[in-house]
């Protein structure tokens, strides 16, 4: 098994993405298959991509990633943030240009907690005057 070049920890709702970046060609490989596999919605596929994308290194490295928790959204996000924090390793350069597209900010949203007396987070049961 090859020494991983850089490595990053993405996170995205209840996802986790743990990356390693290798020297390769461009393989992106997530859970043992082929990215295009585990994500086959087109939409998921360009978020992966994107940081790569954005610093045209996408043929310099292989990705391989292991995914934990979530759904496909946060999956797919969490991959994102962690391929763009490894690629950050790279140079002070690439970290700027990934910081200004804002890809290595942590996306803070998560599901609001349900409160007691209230039927979801925030919908309160309905009120009747008589």
């Given amino acids: 098994m090859a020494e991983a070049l850089y490595t990053g920890t993405g996170r995205r709702k209840t996802a986790v993405a743990r990356v390693r970046l290798l020297p390769g060609d461009g ?36 990705v391989v990633a292991k995914l934990e928790g979530g759904g496909p959204t946060g999956q797919a996000e969490a991959l994102r943030h962690g391929i763009a924090r490894a690629l950050a390793e790279e140079s002070q350069e690439s970290r700027g240009e990934l910081k200004n597209a804002g890809m290595l900010t942590r996306d803070a949203r998560a599901v609001e907690r349900k409160k007691y007396g209230l039927k979801k987070a ?3 049961p309905q009120f009747s005057k008589r």
Avoid: C, H
């Fill in 27 to 62: 393989k992106i490989t997530v859970n043992g298959r082929d990215y295009k596999e585990y994500f086959p919605r087109p939409a998921y596929q360009t978020v992966v991509t994107s940081p790569l994308a954005l610093l045209g290194s996408a043929s310099n490295y292989d």
């Fill in 122 to 124: 925030r919908k309160r």
